[in-house]
């Protein structure tokens, strides 16, 4: 629609209809505000929730984790010879080790008939990374003219069964190609080669024996049926032939570790780091005078876990008081942009500090989480078996604050909770940790976690978990989709109205524009008439 902006009223519309429109839309603001208020407090809602999964998953890694709350110390008498790291399942005590010998892989390394003892004829004409067949007269053992091979080589697992894989090699493949793929390859052998000597070494990865009959690094091929076939000692086989193995005689025996544990003699382990009882076990080096290994309860890792537990309750419930209890700004509605160009950054700064104070203040979720907290700490944990030395907090000295504006803040004798510690650490970790079927069995921090999970779905119920949540599916998303909906119905209305004004503004001027030409030719015909 055509808009006339005065030429015939000499009034200026524009601003007219900006000045009436500006009054039509004061309700407008009010709504803006409320979703604005509303927003804000689903995100309060959101951050006090991720407060309480912190919470939650911080006393699962932390109280509840048995590794952390009965935490073993080790103490070697000869670290140099035997190094230990209890497990929480390991029973505390004394532990002795003598006459040990060390585990060792099986390594094989070539004794050819070239120039010092390598494979190799010619080690200065000899270019590991050029075509390993193609080099056949600098090699011995193998054929000249050869232009592919095949190979295999097994170890043995656990059961003593063989494994083997099988390499080809063609008219491409370099020295350094042959070594890689077997380095590579699954079977956890080594491979190296020393260009000043031109000799080759094979070691096995893991140590000690699998195969009890005998070497646990075996060259062959692989047959028609997919059978490993070990080559005989001395049979021209393309590997071993060519690297200078074919006596198949291992320069070291693979070897387990053998020692005498509590009196307990010959044992034996295919590994030098072994575990027993609980009990991980390194031995360092070869020894036969007796070693005294030590397993004790690490009392003061015990004690920092209960602390940062308590830490992490008190900033807990500090933050639920705090928001509970800030005081709402009636007359500090959130600003709407407009508002906001009208202000300094610092008021700006001001008003926001007051427009988020109090969204969350009384609130009946958070009030009743932290409620039900304070409660649970004061229950008595009693255990199916009824065997338990401490059923109450306060018995290993932790109390709430008599200040009661603090709302529960935990306060901790330290000398009391580390003569607990020390006295029955189990019983310690029970009273957080202990998991029943009924709720006085269960330990306080399950309970505390029970009562989070709660409110973390009640929260959800209200706010939605996260940003990704579709407002439908909360109750404070659909009063803001509600919200929504009124502005976009209001601002509809509004350009109506504004249609309004312009076409009387319009019609206004028309009507007058047309006065103004019927007064013009009036005054132009009575002109011409006095002139007769």
């Keep these: 629609m055509n808009r006339m902006t005065g030429f015939a009223s000499g009034m200026d519309i524009n601003q007219m209809v900006s000045d009436l429109m500006r009054a039509e839309r004061q309700p407008l603001e009010p709504m803006q505000q409320n ?101 056949a007269e600098l090699l011995h053992g193998v054929e000249e003219g050869q232009t592919e091979a095949a190979f295999a080589i097994a170890v043995f697992d656990e059961n003593g069964a063989a494994v083997p894989q099988e390499f080809t090699v063609d008219e491409s493949s370099s020295l ?6 077997v380095n590579q390859s699954a079977l956890g052998v080594q491979a190296f080669y020393d260009e000043f000597s031109g000799r080759i070494s094979l070691q096995r990865a893991e140590t000690g024996v699998f195969n009890e009959t005998g070497n646990e690094i075996q060259f062959g091929e ?36 053998a020692f005498t544990m509590n009196g307990l003699s010959e044992m034996e382990r295919r590994s030098n780091s072994f575990e027993i009882n609980g009990l991980n076990v390194t031995l360092n080096q070869p ?43 009636r007359d500090y509605a959130p600003l709407t942009d407009e508002q906001r160009r009208e202000l300094s950054d610092t008021e700006v700064e001001m008003w926001e500090e007051k427009s988020n104070s109090g969204l969350l203040r009384r609130d009946s979720i958070i009030s009743g989480a932290v409620s039900s907290m304070r409660s ?24 709430t604050s008599t200040d ?58 209200r706010a939605g978990r996260t940003e990704m949540s579709g407002n439908q599916t909360f109750t404070l998303g659909r009063e803001l989709e509600q919200q929504s909906d009124q502005i976009s119905n209001f601002e509809r209305r509004m350009q109506q109205v504004e249609q309004r004004y312009w076409s009387q503004f319009n019609a206004m001027e028309q009507a007058m524009a047309r006065a103004n030409a019927q007064a013009e030719q009036l005054m132009s015909q009575m002109g011409g008439k006095q002139g007769m």
Excluded at 176 to 181: A, P, Q, R, S, V
Excluded at 244 to 250: V, W, Y
Aim: no cysteine; glycine share 6%; aromatic share 8%.
């Design 35 to 135: 979703s604005m208020e509303l927003q804000l407090k689903i995100d309060e809602y959101r951050q006090m929730n991720l407060k309480f999964s912190e919470f939650r998953n911080n006393t699962f890694d932390g109280i509840l984790r048995s590794s952390n709350m009965r935490s073993r110390e080790t103490v070697s008498s000869n670290e140099a010879a035997v190094t230990a790291r209890a497990s929480a399942s390991t029973p505390e005590g004394s532990y002795t080790i003598s006459d040990a010998s060390l585990a060792r892989a099986e390594m094989h390394v070539s004794e050819a008939a070239g120039e010092n003892g390598s494979f190799v004829n010619d080690l200065a004409a000899f270019d590991r990374s050029e075509s390993f067949l193609q080099q």
């Design 176 to 181: 350094d190609d042959i070594l890689n793929d």
């Design 222 to 257: 692989i047959d028609a049926d997919g059978e490993f076939i070990e080559a005989e000692p001395g049979e021209q086989h393309f590997f071993s032939t060519a690297f200078g193995l074919e006596n198949n005689t291992p320069m070291q025996e693979a070897a387990n570790a």
């Design 287 to 329: 020894f036969t005078e007796q070693v005294s290994i030590g397993v004790s309860s690490d009392d003061e890792k015990i004690f920092d876990t209960v602390m940062g537990f308590v830490e992490d309750y008190n900033e807990l419930v500090s933050a639920m008081q705090e928001k509970t209890g800030e005081e709402y700004f």
């Design 376 to 399: 649970q700490f004061y229950e008595p944990v009693n255990t199916a078996d009824g065997d338990q030395a401490f059923t109450q907090i306060t018995e290993i000295g932790i109390t």
């Design 404 to 461: 009661f504006r603090q709302g529960g803040i935990l306060e901790v004798n330290e000398e009391q909770l580390r003569a607990s510690i020390a006295e029955d650490p189990d019983a310690v970790f029970n009273l957080f940790a202990a998991d029943g079927e009924t709720q006085e069995e269960r330990g306080i921090a399950r309970r505390l976690r029970a009562t989070l999970d709660d409110s973390i779905q009640q929260i959800g119920q």
